[in-house]
């Protein structure tokens, strides 16, 4: 892994890559983000060495670099999830780049359903927390000090200052933003009435197919991370309608202008 990330990290570098402020992954929907980067250089993932490839319809797969205000980002347009049949080695590997690459922190944003009572569809969600249910771990097996060490603390996984900044940008953009716990299941089937409210009664508010293995692995070297959700769909008893990847999409499109701008404004001062 070790080798990999180097290597990874010497060709981005040659291909103009430096040290990015921020690292940045969109998720589901959220790739109209990409808009708000003043892109400099846009590579596909099957161009670079080790990179896995996003399987995934609306998950375009490209690294970018660009700026955002005077900001150095990084982005992944397009993630990699667990139920695609990747390793969770290898679905956090861009993560472990990134830091390597000199990113410091790293913002998250991901597609899911809401099982609080208070949400609707199209809010945003500030994660303050989360669940692995996921039954896998990317920290499993021999662990090299080198990323990290063995035993990694996880009492902040959701930088409170940066969630600090965000809820500011978000009062004076006057753009209402919820906070909440997110759990992490394997997918890729949505969640059935009853499991939706097993994610409540662990003490989640939504729930998703991603993002929990990214932030351990950036936990695990240190990194400060930013979660933003929009929920796409209610897991609520008595309000559960059909989901499908097309309606989840289309619910995080719509709400993608508020985050884009929430985003872009945190980036621009934190
Ligand atoms: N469950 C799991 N993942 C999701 C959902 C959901 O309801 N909505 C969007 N991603």
């Known amino acids: 892994m070790w080798n990999k990330v180097q290597e990874t990290v010497s060709y981005l570098q040659q291909k103009g890559f430096s040290k990015p402020d921020f690292g940045i992954i969109l998720g589901?929907?959220?790739?109209?983000?990409?808009?708000?980067?003043?892109?400099?250089?846009?590579?596909?993932y099957d161009e670079i060495p080790n990179f896995p490839v996003s399987?995934?319809?609306?998950?375009?797969?490209?690294?970018?670099?660009?700026?955002?205000?005077?900001?150095?980002?990084?982005?992944?347009?397009?993630?990699?999830?667990?139920?695609?049949g990747w390793s969770l080695q290898e679905v956090t590997f861009p993560v472990r780049v990134f830091k390597f690459l000199g990113a410091e922190k790293l913002i998250v944003s991901n597609a899911c359903g809401g099982v609080n009572p208070q949400f609707k569809v199209g809010d945003v969600m500030i994660i303050t927390d989360h669940i692995n249910m996921i039954p896998d771990h990317p920290l499993r097996g021999e662990n090299d000090e080198r990323f990290g060490s063995r035993f990694v603390d996880m009492h902040?996984?959701?930088?409170?200052?940066?969630?600090?900044?965000?809820k500011e940008i978000a009062k004076q953009q006057n753009i209402a933003v919820q906070q909440g716990i997110y759990l992490s299941l394997s997918g890729p089937t949505f969640e059935t009435p009853a499991e939706y409210k097993m994610v409540k009664l662990m003490g989640a508010d939504a729930v998703g197919m991603s993002t929990v293995p990214e932030v351990i692995v950036a936990?695990?070297?240190?990194?400060?991370?930013?979660?933003?959700?929009?929920?796409?769909?209610?897991?609520?008893?008595?309000?559960?309608?059909?989901?499908?990847?097309?309606?989840?999409?289309?619910?995080?499109?719509?709400t993608g202008k508020r985050i884009s701008l929430l985003v872009q404004q945190f980036v621009a001062e934190y």
């Open 28 to 44: 589901s929907g959220l790739g109209g983000l990409v808009d708000d980067i003043t892109v400099e250089l846009s590579i596909p």
């Open 156 to 166: 902040e996984p959701y930088s409170l200052k940066m969630i600090t900044k965000f």
């Open 55 to 84: 399987t995934v319809k609306g998950h375009s797969g490209n690294l970018i670099l660009g700026t955002i205000a005077d900001k150095k980002v990084i982005a992944l347009q397009g993630r990699f999830h667990y139920y695609e």
């Open 219 to 254: 936990k695990h070297m240190g990194m400060h991370c930013l979660g933003i959700s929009v929920i796409t769909d209610l897991g609520i008893e008595g309000m559960i309608e059909e989901v499908s990847h097309e309606a989840v999409q289309i619910a995080a499109k719509a």
